[in-house]
């Protein structure tokens, strides 16, 4: 894209904003229900439980090739003798305590976190004030 990355954003937004739209509006109309039950109600019993599969190991699939690049990434970046088995299980179990523990949790440890990283890059920014030329 060189140049004209910042096109990207300006594609997707719709795209994404018409695929929140259509989500919300089939909750609207199936309070209650998962998208593996409505779909079942919208295309027939056969249909949905089959396109409820492939849904789901999607989902499988994509969140164990985010998983394995970010073990890569940690290991390259920070643990390189360490197993990417051993990274992997902690991440994935660190992921299953805050699945379980819910979104308060995700929350608070927003409210901790959000400091720790954001101080630093905000007292850099201000240390680097004098250096900057516009």
Known sequence: AKQDLWISPIWNCPIGL??????FQLHKLYPGENIIQYSEHIMGRF?????GIFYLFYFLHNSSLILR?????IITTALP???IIVVMAGMTLVSAF????G???LAR???VFLPLFSLP???????????IEP
């Open 47 to 51: 249909i949905g439980k089959t396109l």
């Open 69 to 73: 690049e970010y073990a890569e990434f």
């Open 18 to 23: 018409l695929m929140v739209f259509v989500v």
């Open 81 to 83: 003798k360490t197993p």
């Open 103 to 105: 979104v308060e949790v």
């Open 121 to 131: 890059l905000l007292l850099v920014g201000l240390l680097l004030l004098p250096d």
């Open 98 to 101: 805050a699945v379980y523990g």
């Open 109 to 111: 440890a927003a409210l």
